[in-house]
Structure formats: C-alpha cells, structure tokens
C-alpha cells in the first residue's frame, strides 16, 4: 500500500484516488525513461484504475525533472521484456475513462507516444515535446508517425520527426497536439481540474486514432512527399531512418490506424538492428561520458564565472566572444589597435544583425547582447574577469608574452585560457606564476556555431578550473571533451595523419578529386582537398619563407589559395563551384616527378584504407599515452567537431565495427609497403590479438 491507502504498483510508478480521478505517477529518475519497470507500473495502474468503479478518470504525471522522455535506450539491443509500448497503450485506451496527460519537461519519443493514446494533453508553458527518435537512428516506433500526423498534419509531423525537433508547449497548443496549457508550477492541480471539467461537461472520449481529417487533406497527392524528399535530400544523404519516417508517414496517409501501426513497427525493426542506429545511440551516451572527468570529481566545487575577457578580435576571438555573449555573460573584448578592435566588433554587430533579419534572434536578444560587451585597449580593463581566453596569433613567442601580461593584470583565481590550436599548453602556463589556474579552450571555426571544444589540461591544471570549464562549456551550448597536450591534442592530430595519407596519395597517382570522391562516399562532409580550398590553402602558409617544398607551398606562391582566390587544388567559378584543375594537377605530377616518386593507378579501396586506418592507429595511440581517456571521447570530437558521420559512430567506434584484428593486420602490410607510419599501435595490436575492443582496454 502506499501513502494514499491505495495499492503502489511499482517503486517506479503508483496511484492514488484524489476525489474519483486515479493519479498515476511515474517516478523514474533521472528522466522518467520507459524501462520494463515503468512500462510494467503503468500498465497494472491503468489496469487498476479502470476496473476502480470509484475511478471517473485518470491524470497520468511524472515526478522529477520531466515527464516520461522516451523508451530506455539502455535496454535496446537486450531481449525485449513485457509489456511492450503496444500493449501499455492498448490498456490506457482501453480505460473506457478520460485520460489526461499531464506533461512538464521534456515529453520526448515514447513519452509523447503514451502521451497521444490520452484522451486529453495538458502541458506547464515550459514543456517541450517531440519525437527525437531520428537523432538514434531509428523512428518512433510506438504509434509516433501514425498519431502525430492525424494532431498536426502531415507536413507538420513530415517536419517534426524527420528533423527530432521539441515542440515549446505554446506551439505545441497552437497546432493541436496540446488542450491547454496549465499554470507553471501548478501541473498538478490544473490537470485535475481539467479531469473534472471534462467529467462535468461530459466530453467525448477523443482518441487520436480515430482522426482523419488532416490524412484526407493529403491524400492522392503523392507530391507532397516527393516535394518533401527532394527538399531534404542533402540533410538526408547517408541516413536510414529519415526516409523510413517518410514511409511510414506514407503509410499512415494510405492504410488504416492498425495496418499503418504494424508498418510502423516493422521499419522500426528493421533500423533498431542495423549499424547506423548502433552507431547513433553510442554517440549519445558518448557525448554524455565525455563531460565526465574519471579523476575530477562531479561534486568539485567550480570557480564563479561571470565576466569573461577575451584577447584578440579576429575570426576565432569574435567567434569566442560571442559564444560566451550567447551564454549571458558580460564580455570584455581586447585588441592591440582600435581599427583591429572595431573590425572585431563589427563583426559581432553584423553577425546579430543577420541573425535579427532571419528571425533567429529577437530586437531585445541583439540589444542585451550587445549591451553586455566591452571593447577594449587596455589589459587593466581585463582586471575584473573571471575567465580570459587569449584568441592572438598561433606562434608560441606571442603566447608566452601575452600569458605573462594576464598573470600581472589578472586578479587571483582568474582562470586563463589559451585557444591554441596545437602548442603545448604546459609551455604557456609556464609563463605565468599561475600554471594551476591555465588551461587550453580549443574552440573550432566558426567558434559561435561549431559545438566542440576541446578542454585542454596541463599537467599543472587545477581540477577545479577543469571542472568550471566542463560545465561552462555546456552553459554556452557546446560540447566539452577533455583532452591532453600533445601537437594538435585529438581532433587535429588525427586530422594530421589523415591530410599526410591523402597528400602522398596523390603524389603517387591519385588525384585530388578520387581522393575527396571516396571520403565524401563514406560520408565525411568534405574531402581533404576541397576542405582545405575552403580553409584557405593559404592558412599557416608564409610567403617569405616558402619555397616550392611541398605542393601545397607551390601552389600558394602560384596564388591558388583556394575558394577565395578562385583557385586551388580545384577551380572555382564565380558560384565558388569547383572543378577539377589541370594546372594543379600538373603541379603533383612534376613534383613527384622531380623526385622520382613511382606512379600508378591507386584503387579506392587503397585510399579509403590509407586514410581511415591510420585515423584510427592514432587514435589508439592517444589513448595509450593518455592524451584522450576514452576511445568514445575521440568519437565525439571527430562527429562534433569534423564532421565525422554520426551514422557511423566516430573513427573508433567504426574501426571496432570494421575489426581492429583486420585494421591492424592491414596497417602492418601498408607498413611494409609504404614505411613505419602505418606501424598498428601497440595498444591497437593487443586488442586485436585478445579480440577486445577499446572499452576493454
Ligand atoms: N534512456 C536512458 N537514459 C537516458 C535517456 C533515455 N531515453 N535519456 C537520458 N538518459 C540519461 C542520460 O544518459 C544521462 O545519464 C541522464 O539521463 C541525463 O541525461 C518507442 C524507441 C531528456 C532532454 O531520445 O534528449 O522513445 O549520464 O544529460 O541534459 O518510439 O536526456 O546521468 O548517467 O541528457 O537534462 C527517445 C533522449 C528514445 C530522449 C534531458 N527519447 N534524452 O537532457 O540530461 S527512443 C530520446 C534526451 C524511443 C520510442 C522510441 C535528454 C533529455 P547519466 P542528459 P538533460
């Protein structure tokens, strides 16, 4: 029995009869996930309460911090355990009594599943629902892509469960899939009332299934998918579970409610079983592990961060700047001379008004940000930050001097951050008196967009100041990996090896077009060569030292930068659209022939082994010197930071799926044909010997 006399179904859900209304709540921490357990408390309460002549109704409510947010991905890829989602909501249907929904949080997949079986939603205004099964590689598999479009229409739901977007509950209201929004903070009692209104007023018992409307108005006109798919199908390009929404959308238009369920559920078979959504759901429990720090304490007590100083007003230094100005911090910018330092502002200035003229920020968003920074000349200005992160030139000399102005100007317990892309940070912080409090904040271009960053630790780093700058990460939308110092830490290390394989490859036949044909084919955004025409050839390059050594040098001196030169390794037209050169291939073609490098045809499979493997050999070896404590950890800045696709899971989680024993055999045979640096890493080696993966590491 529980507090209310009446029977507890489960330690995760219970019931109680407040007034004739069963009560039913799901206590299931942290997010109210739909276990066997849940699944299992529902169904006896719902059980229960329909065959409780004293129950008229029923509000089904969750405690904690969200109503129920979806099945427990924890359990997929184990045997399914009764009841199943189908039969939970054949029993809520089946009450024969108004059920209301009552919905705080986040009501996400199967939760906004259950929730569409109730007769009635009722939502507080800081809600969201949505069906974010898409993000897992997989489809709502509980009825979503059936229910969803008799609420909102086809278009709308086209739009919602291709995309896994949440719906706020004040739209959520407007396009039907809520009946009122109750008082924030007061779910409970404003759910009952409802109930009672319901039952006062004699509503009829509306069941979503029994909707049709909105399928009608869609019906015979096969264009609007057509439409739909062609409008998509480069966000689409390489995922499975986008057009099986599509189908089962289809389905739902064309079949009745039953028919149109068992269509579902088979798509959703299908993807639960196949690699893509393996890979997907790694990479959300991926990107979770890596805000955890195995040796920082999750209690550490975090320094307070409320102004921030950012040196240098350049592409990344506004990027940062803007981050943290996105995140609600009052931001102090500092430059060496007023002209760089209002080009540095004008960027900001012009980057919110864009974002103003496409609605993506309100008039009062532009004014309070821009309200919130403070451009400077002066490092006494920076005396009350926080956090500085420096943003100056990539040269360790220029670091070292600036690292030494903040340690004179900055107050105690500031904490001091280096963006560098590559240098050591041990070396920085030893230029100040300070090590503990200097750690690295690798954010990637544009750094206002792109989630990743890469917290880097010195050996000196306080875990305090790891800890402040993990979760300040997550405050200001990105995703923190920890990661150590070495050259280039994670995500450019590999990069490195990749770029070397794929420059050498064309140096011995290849062109730079096979090459970025077979890592876009894999599903990499760009290839190697038009990234770095994109990049600007030109970046790291300096025209008084070049000297035609590499192609890349030559090139340049030829003042083929890349896109913004109009050529590069490819030529460009006024659309920047490339295309193949002659001229640059020319280039390889004498380069290599000046030194005697043999040529020959280089089959796909060859480049696709020679780039792909040794990303994953360098992986192994950070992790056998340390430098990334997780093999996810690297999946999760190569899919956040480079675009690794996430159908694939990230370099690590891939190369374990292609066989670290067939990786490692295979690397050894390219180090006997090409030199030591496809030699497999001992940690790679070891594994693959004793059949494990990097988790067993
Ligand atoms: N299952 C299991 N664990 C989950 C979980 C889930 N659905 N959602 C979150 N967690 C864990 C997470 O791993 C973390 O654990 C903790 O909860 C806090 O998460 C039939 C088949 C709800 C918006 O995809 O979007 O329903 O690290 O850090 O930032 O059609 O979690 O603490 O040990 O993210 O406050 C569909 C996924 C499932 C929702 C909360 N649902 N979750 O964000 O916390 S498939 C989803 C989220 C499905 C049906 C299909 C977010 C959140 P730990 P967190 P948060």
Known sequence: MNATGNPAVTSVVT??????????????????????????????????????????????????????????????????????????QDVMEATGKPVVMAIHGTALGGGLEIALVGNYRIAVPSAKLGLPEVKLGLLPGAGGTQRLPRVVGVEKALALITSGDQVPAKEALKIGLL????????????????????????????????LGDKLAEVRGKPEVFAEFRK?????FRGFEAPEAIIRCIEAAVDLPLEEGLVFERARFEELKVGSQSAAQRHYFFAERQAAKVPDVPA??????????????????GTGIAMSFLNGGFRVRLLETSEAALEHGTGIIRKTY?????????????????????????????????DLIVEAVFEQMDIKKQVFAKLDAVAKPGAILATNTSYLDV????????????????????????????????????????????????????KVPVLVGVCHGFVGNRIHLQRQTQAERIVLEGATPWQVDAVLEG????????????????????????????????????????????????????????????????????????????????????????????????????????????????????????????????????????????????????????????????????RLAAEGKGFAQA
Not at 190 to 201: C, G, I, K, T, Y
Request: proline fraction near 5%; hydrophobic fraction near 40%; include cysteine.
């Open 15 to 88: 019931w109680a009869n407040e007034g004739g209304i069963a009560v039913v709540t799901v206590n299931s921490p942290p997010v109210n996930a739909l276990s066997a357990a849940v699944r299992g408390g529902l169904k006896q309460a719902f059980e229960a309460a329909a065959a409780d002549p004293a129950v008229e109704a029923v509000v089904l409510i969750c405690e904690g911090q969200t109503f129920m947010a979806g099945a427990d991905i924890s359990e997929f890829g184990k045997p399914p355990v009764s009841p199943s989602f189908r039969e939970v």
């Open 179 to 210: 009946d009122a929004l109750a008082e924030e903070g007061h779910l409970k009692r404003d759910a009952l009332a409802f109930a009672r209104a319901v039952l006062a007023e004699k509503r009829p018992l509306k069941r979503v299934g029994d």
């Open 231 to 235: 409008a998509n199908a480069r966000k």
């Open 299 to 316: 209690d550490t007590p975090l320094r307070d961060i409320q102004t921030v100083g950012v040196l240098g007003a350049g592409t990344m």
């Open 353 to 385: 008004e864009g974002n103003v003229a496409r609605g993506r920020m309100s008039d009062k968003d532009f004014d309070g940000r821009l309200a919130q920074l403070t451009p400077t000349l002066d490092y006494a200005d920076l005396a009350d930050c």
């Open 426 to 477: 041990n070396e920085i912080a030893a230029a100040t008196k300070r090590p503990q409090d200097v750690i690295g904040l690798h954010f990637f271009s544009p750094a206002h967009i792109m989630r990743l960053l890469e917290v880097v630790r010195g050996s000196e780093t306080a875990k305090d100041v790891i800890a402040t700058s993990m979760k300040l990460a997550r405050r200001i939308g």
């Open 522 to 685: 894999f599903g990499l955004p760009m290839g190697p060569f038009r990234m770095r025409d994109m990049a600007g050839n030109d970046v790291g390059w300096n025209r008084e030292t070049s000297s035609s050594a590499t192609v890349r040098e030559i090139l340049n001196e030829m003042g083929r930068h890349g896109q913004k030169s109009g050529a590069g390794y490819y030529d460009y037209d006024a659309g920047r659209k490339p295309t193949p050169s002659e001229i640059s291939l020319k280039v390889i073609r004498d380069f290599a022939a000046a030194r005697g490098i043999a040529q020959r045809e280089i089959p796909d499979e060859e480049i696709f082994e020679r780039c792909l493997y040794v990303m994953v050999n360098e992986g192994a070896k950070i992790l056998e010197e340390g430098i990334a404590s997780r093999a996810s950890d690297i999946d999760v800045v190569w899919v956040t930071g480079y675009g690794w696709p996430v159908y694939r899971g990230g370099p690590m989680f891939w190369g374990e799926l292609v066989g670290l024993d067939r990786i490692s055999a295979r690397l050894s045979e390219l180090a006997a044909l090409h030199g030591d640096s496809f030699q497999p890493a001992a940690l790679l080696q």
